[in-house]
């Protein structure tokens, strides 16, 4: 499967660079590409410790337990709660073409019936966090399925449904038709150490309930391109793909972590550092999902960025960390609590905030309604304000116009200039237009060379106030091409662009 141009880990093949020529962040799945049929099934090796049996599942051991046989009373425990999940997707014909110069020889049927539907075949993780059959996945595993098979360690095959997936955080939920399986209880990722030992268990290489040992790395990871809200547990234990999904424990046997992706230089496999979604954003997404369907998150309405130390000197702030408030959004959550440009966060709900990407994905994890007691440093001196969370906007509501290859033609999604979005463009405060989040490979917006994150703000002579007036002015007939008014880090300059003839 080719890596798609996001900022979300995705399914890929491996060797695959999802992002920087030399560094490698890929999910750690795999997948194969047809006509090859799956591999036959080979027995199980014989084990001298037997999965337990769904109706007498024993307690975590004691850490007491490691002494004389290592970690085997923990991994025998959890082992049959971790399953192997193979998902069949279609292929984008071009996608084919691209890595095989017979496609194009391949005769096929004209007409939408009969033709040949090309598919291709995935393999990952899950985890059993719930004995009526609701299992934890990571969203690129499932993304796209149209057929989902859960594997288990008794050899059962069962049907899986994909009850909701979460793209900012690459959660997925999968239900599959049983009752009183066997289960992973749930630990307590906040309170992991670096250095703390864990336990990767999934299938990698289609080698189901494989299991290595390492110890924590480092917690609260982002930056790295792979979800929108980051804040990965990085292990050294062993991933590699087809782990996507599969469970992270703690030596006493808990979940506290989904393993999520690997990062290696040119490597097909593991080199040492690995990530995991902790398990408590993983659980509060599952529960979302479960209820209804998607995922509700709190809001702030700022922008925010990193405090460097230049900026901490200036604005005479001694104590590391904070996320420096660079916008606020007129009448939102923040604004009406009294938060103001130039304010530095330095804790929320009495702990410490390490930097804006922290603060935003603990914002984000709280329900709207929720008040938020933000710590704040302004002209030297600290303020305490309670903010009452609003909703952040999702899909529906951002996407206020469409403009794709189906719509006006030009391969364009738009979106409003919201406070976050202001400060992640680093737009100035008194900007308005309409944002590009999205611009189609070989459109015509991509031909005219705009890009993700454009600001556009007049089209043909005319103020854009937001997504929707953009839509509207592109929607406006013209046999000459509309000429647009675009911001790009803090540059302003006119693109003509052309409806591409059918």
């Known amino acids: 499967m080719s890596v798609r141009t996001r900022l979300v880990a995705r399914a890929v093949p491996v060797g695959a660079v999802l992002f920087g020529a030399a560094l490698l962040a890929a999910p750690a799945c795999s997948s194969s590409r047809p006509p090859a049929a799956p591999p036959p099934a080979t027995p199980a090796a014989a084990s001298p410790h037997p999965p337990a049996p769904a109706s007498s599942v024993a307690p ?75 299992i934890l996945t990571n969203r690129h595993v499932v993304d796209g399925a149209t057929q989902v098979e859960v594997g288990l360690t008794d050899g059962r095959k069962l049907d899986g449904k994909v009850l909701g997936v979460d793209e900012p955080t690459d959660i997925a939920v999968v239900k599959v038709s049983a009752q009183g399986l066997p289960t992973v209880p749930i630990g307590d990722s906040s309170r992991l150490q670096i250095g703390d030992f864990t336990l990767a268990i999934g299938s990698p290489f289609g080698l189901g309930q494989s299991v290595t040992f390492g110890i924590v790395s480092a917690v609260g990871r982002s930056g790295m391109g792979l979800a929108d809200y980051e804040d990965f547990i990085q292990t050294d234990a062993a991933i590699n793909p087809g782990n996507s999904g599969g469970a992270l424990l703690d030596t006493q046997g808990r979940l506290i972590g989904i393993n999520t992706a690997i ?44 405090l460097t130390p230049e900026l901490a000197a200036g604005l005479g702030v001694t104590r590391p960390g904070g996320a420096l408030v660079g916008d606020v959004e007129p009448g939102g959550p923040a604004g009406r609590a009294g938060l103001r440009r130039g304010d530095v966060v330095v804790s ?52 206020a116009a469409r403009a794709g290859q189906g719509g006006q033609g030009y391969g364009l999604r738009l979106t409003d200039l919201t406070g976050e979005i202001r400060g992640q463009i680093g737009a100035d405060a008194g900007a308005t237009g309409a944002v590009i989040a999205d611009v189609a490979p070989s459109s015509p917006a991509d031909d005219a060379g705009l890009r993700s994150g454009d600001l556009v703000q007049e089209i043909d002579g005319h103020p854009v106030a937001g997504a929707s007036a953009a839509a509207s002015a592109l929607r406006r007939p013209s046999s000459a091409p509309h000429v647009l008014l675009v911001r790009r880090e803090h540059q302003t300059f006119f693109v003509p662009l052309s409806r591409r003839a059918s």
């Open 60 to 134: 975590a051991p004691a850490p007491s337990a490691l002494s004389g046989t290592g970690l085997a009373p923990i991994v025998a425990r959890a082992r049959p709660a971790i399953v192997t999940i193979v998902v069949r997707r279609p292929v984008d014909a071009r996608e084919l073409a691209d890595q095989s110069p017979f496609w194009g020889l391949i005769p096929r049927e004209r007409g939408g019936s009969g033709g040949f539907a090309p598919e291709e075949q995935g393999e990952g993780s899950g985890v059993v966090v719930r004995a009526d059959g609701i």
């Open 263 to 306: 990062l290696a230089h040119g490597a097909a496999g593991n080199q040492g550092v690995g990530f995991a979604v902790p398990v408590d954003l993983a659980v509060s997404v599952m529960r979302q999902l479960i209820a209804q369907g998607h995922v509700v998150r709190g809001y702030l309405g700022v922008g925010i960025q990193d």
């Open 348 to 399: 929320l709900d009495g702990q410490p905030v390490t930097d804006g990407h922290s603060l935003r994905v603990h914002i984000a994890s709280r329900a709207p309604g929720t008040v938020a007691r933000l710590g704040v440093q302004r002209d030297r001196k600290p303020v305490e304000l309670a903010v009452a969370l609003g909703t952040l906007p999702g899909p529906k509501q951002t996407r």
